[in-house]
């Protein structure tokens, strides 16, 4: 039997229809230091989601109180489509979904023999769905033959640009390289060939889609205004590069002409402000730079015999002035873990290789910096860091320290750093076994270090900016982190109170502004045939048997903008090595 690439996709609607959900919410009595939040909560929230009592939490035990969800089952069979994908196997799936409400969906899969398929139609193929996935058709004609370099993706445009770039491989021409474009989400592509071999895929203007930066093999600086049709090489032997506001690029380059990989501190800040026709230089002696919210950083080397120091520029690098920051040898590091219009949040590595640091933040003018947190896990080996911003709330992170006895603990701050807190024990918890009190203990979240460590933690914690207060994450129970399995915690109230939601470790995603959680268990080598959903922020949770067939998960990805109820569910069926495809959505 040849190879089948298939789809399946289930569209429902969960809870009551959009019409009728706008209740409002009441809220118990509350403590006086909770009082604030929840009054932010219910500001932001507008009043939105479904009405929920005051009563306490259930325990995930019990399960009866809420319900079996059968009367959603019908719906979503009903609305379960199965796509077809006749002689794909798909060593490699990427899918993307094009602008936000559009409908539109490409799947881009790729061999790793493509000289095994040369004669076979090519050796990558895309489909294209404009009804959320119901029906797909084969596009691979457009690709023209040309094999994809899975490595680059699908690079969508920003926003509702409409715009996609595939990258193809060209080794038989090492100094050009070709895209195919697309402005109309992938009805149409055109190849062009490049001046250049793209290193990285190329980064588009945040605000004009047209307005394209490219890095080659070559360590150019390469720039498109008219989406890649032509290009204009910006700079040579180029380090880094940043799109800054309007017409304005910051990029680092050697001052000698030539490009070596470890030539750090030596390097110049240089900003055109006319798309590459003028240029200043801002800095020399830099040894890395970033640009965020307003602010301009770069840190310098001014003798190579001395640390490392931070300067901070909130004018575009036209005025610069030294940060208030302990200066950094070579074997440390400076890091900007969030920075706004206001503030900025600085890791600072400690001596040694502790793996560990010290978190500082600033002033709105970037200069005077406040010791906020020490002992901030930040592994230099990894380059991970478990630092989450709760982006639907202002002031609100979640990160890990690591104690002298080398545990780890996670902490929260409601106000930008002034005040870190233990995060609370869940009430339908029970501490584990690192506690020593068997009442007393915290919540306690993995994040991405746990993930580079390669502990069974298949997402860091999940927020939204629509769904206001609500963070989906694993964690453990006790006085610090525990490598065993995790189970997966809610909280609806930006992290003061916590709840265990789902019992071993799962990927969900957050839709529809919060009010539809979506989880599936993760195994492997182990079919699902289950997808959970919860339309009451993690309270109650109901089951979709979606399939009778073996199942292989390999991703969940959702619709951009949580304010969709769309997703796409990846996997294949073992036996045969055919890909599926399940969605869910309200259209």
Request: net charge negative.
């Amino acid at each position: 039997m040849a190879p089948v690439l298939m789809g399946l996709l289930a569209i429902a609607l969960f809870g009551c229809p959009r019409a009728s959900c706008d209740h409002k919410r009441d809220f118990p009595e509350l403590p006086a230091h909770r009082r604030e939040i929840f009054q932010q909560l219910a500001t932001l929230r507008g009043a939105s989601r479904v009405r929920r009592d005051a009563s306490p939490r259930l325990t995930v035990r019990e399960a009866d109180p809420c319900g079996s969800g059968t009367s959603d089952q019908g719906a979503l069979r009903q609305n379960t489509h199965q796509n077809i994908f006749e002689d794909d196997d798909g060593s490699t799936v990427t899918l993307a979904w094009v602008g936000d409400g559009t409908g539109i969906i490409l799947v881009l899969t790729t061999f790793n023999l493509p000289l095994a398929w040369l004669f076979f139609g090519g050796t990558s193929r895309l489909y294209r769905s404009e009804d959320y996935g119901k029906t797909f058709t084969d596009i691979s004609i457009r690709l023209k033959n040309y094999y994809i370099r899975k490595e680059f993706g699908i690079n969508v445009g920003p926003e509702h640009s409409q715009k996609v770039i595939l990258t193809a491989d060209e080794s038989k021409r090492p100094k050009q390289g070709i895209i195919l474009r697309s402005s109309d989400s992938g009805r149409t592509f055109h190849s062009i060939r490049l001046p250049f071999q793209p290193s990285l895929p190329m980064i588009y203007h945040s605000s004009h889609s047209d307005h394209l930066l490219a890095y080659s093999t070559d360590h150019d600086l390469w720039l498109s205004q008219n989406f890649g049709t032509t290009w204009k090489k910006i700079h040579q032997f180029v380090y880094g590069c940043s799109w800054g506001p309007g017409s304005t690029i910051f990029f680092s380059a050697h001052p000698d002409g030539f490009y070596d990989v470890n030539a750090r501190g030596v390097l110049m800040l240089k900003r055109t402000m006319d798309f590459g026709k003028t240029y200043k230089t801002l800095l020399s002696h830099v040894y890395s730079f970033g640009f965020a919210g307003r602010f301009l950083f770069a840190s310098v080397v001014n003798n190579q015999t001395q640390p490392r120091l931070v300067y901070v520029s909130a004018d575009q690098g036209d005025t610069w002035n030294k940060a208030q920051l302990p200066p950094v040898t070579h074997e440390q590091f400076y890091s900007v873990l969030a920075a706004d219009d206001e503030m900025i949040f600085m890791h600072v590595d400690d001596p040694g290789n502790t793996g560990f640091g010290t978190i500082y933040t600033s002033d709105d003018r970037g200069l005077l910096f406040s010791k906020s947190l020490e002992h901030h896990l930040f592994s230099d080996t990894s380059g991970a860091t478990d630092f989450t911003n709760v982006t639907s709330l202002r002031g609100v992170y979640i990160t890990n320290i690591l104690d002298d006895d080398n545990n780890i603990r996670s902490v929260i701050t409601f106000d930008s750093g002034g005040e870190w807190k233990p995060l609370k024990k869940p009430d339908n918890s029970q501490c584990d076994a690192t506690a020593k009190n068997s009442h007393t203990c915290n919540l306690h979240i993995h994040a991405a270090y746990s993930i580079s460590q390669t502990l069974d933690v298949p997402m860091a914690p999940l927020t939204a900016a629509n769904a206001v207060g609500l963070i989906i994450a694993h964690g453990s129970v006790g006085d610090a982190i525990s490598t065993m399995i995790p189970d997966v915690y809610v909280s609806d109230d930006g992290g003061y109170t916590w709840s265990k939601a789902l019992t071993g470790p799962h990927y969900y995603t957050i839709l529809d502004s919060g009010g539809l959680i979506v989880a599936v268990e993760s195994h492997v080598d182990k079919p699902i045939d289950i997808i959970k959903y919860s339309t009451d922020e993690g309270q109650c949770w109901k089951n979709y048997n979606f399939t009778n067939e073996t199942f292989m998960f390999v991703g969940l990805v959702s619709e951009p903008g949580t304010k969709s109820m769309n997703i796409s569910l990846w996997g294949y069926k073992k036996r045969k090595h055919l890909f599926n495809n399940l969605a869910i959505n309200n259209h």
